[in-house]
Nanobody, 118 residues
Framework: QVQLVESGGGLVQPGGSLRLSCAAS????????MGWYRQAPGKQRELVAV???????NYADSVKGRFTISRDSGKNTVYLQMYSLKPEDTAVYYC????????????WGQGTQVTVSS
């Protein structure tokens, strides 16, 4: 069955670091891009970072310079390295895999909680 498995969330103090990982099943065909989204309580889900198969990246302004998204050579694992974490980064972080062939579809992980608090 198709699945995205996330890990790395937790509780960290302001200024700290976390590294999130997301492993996509090999049964997912033709992944075009993978990314990270987050959703804070009472708010809509927002894009944090995305990386394409060609290596192009894009970041939300709020995390640019602090977060780095990367993808391994197998193209089925994506990471989000987070530095200088702030309380406003607190949210549930979701991994996304965007597929365009043979059908257009988005796969989502179950989410992992990131809490930044002193």
């Amino acid at each position: 069955q198709v699945q995205l498995v996330e890990s790395g969330g937790g509780l960290v103090q302001p200024g700290g670091s976390l590294r999130l990982s997301c492993a996509a099943s090999r049964s997912i065909f033709s992944i075009n891009a993978m990314g990270w989204y987050r959703q804070a309580p009472g708010k809509q889900r927002e894009l944090v970072a995305v990386i394409t198969g060609g290596g192009s990246t894009n970041y939300a302004d709020s995390v640019k310079g602090r977060f780095t998204i990367s993808r391994d050579s197998g193209k089925n694992t994506v990471y989000l390295q987070m530095y200088s974490l702030k309380p406003e980064d607190t949210a549930v972080y979701y991994c996304n895999a965007h597929v365009r062939a043979p059908l257009v579809h988005d796969y989502w992980g179950q989410g992992t909680q990131v809490t930044v608090s002193s």
